[in-house]
Nanobody, 123 residues
Framework: DVQLVESGGGSVQTGGSLKLSCAAS????????MGWFRQGPGKERVAIAL???????WYTSSLEGRIIISKDSAGNTLYLQMNSLKPDDTAAYYC??????????????????WGRGTQVTVS
């Protein structure tokens, strides 16, 4: 199992930016599908960005252009840069990881390893 710890959340004003981090207990450079999910108040948890081992990315259409998923060169930290934040972005943000076997999508990550989340509040 991979231990994941998110950080970087907080309170920000509309239009502001935040960069979330997800520290992994192992090197995830070449073997892991990883992603960011979020769960707003009274809403389901949904995938917002995915990163496969080849560097391919996927973004939910509603946020594309405002978020960027990336990983550090050591493969230990996953990032989510969020710009032009809106009150609707208020949510708990979670990262997930699962060893890659040719598949990398949100359903695949649902049965992977998860962090405990970091709260983002936009007002």
């Amino acid at each position: 199992d991979v231990q994941l710890v998110e950080s970087g959340g907080g309170s920000v004003q509309t239009g502001g930016s935040l960069k979330l981090s997800c520290a992994a207990s192992v090197d995830t450079t070449s073997d892991y599908c990883m992603g960011w999910f979020r769960q707003g108040p009274g809403k389901e948890r949904v995938a917002i960005a995915l990163l496969d081992p080849a560097g391919g990315t996927w973004y939910t259409s509603s946020l594309e252009g405002r978020i960027i998923i990336s990983k550090d060169s050591a493969g230990n930290t996953l990032y989510l840069q969020m710009n032009s934040l809106k009150p609707d972005d208020t949510a708990a943000y979670y990262c997930a990881a699962r060893s890659w076997h040719g598949v990398c999508n949100s359903d695949y990550l649902l049965t992977g390893d998860w962090g405990r989340g970091t709260q983002v509040t936009v007002s």
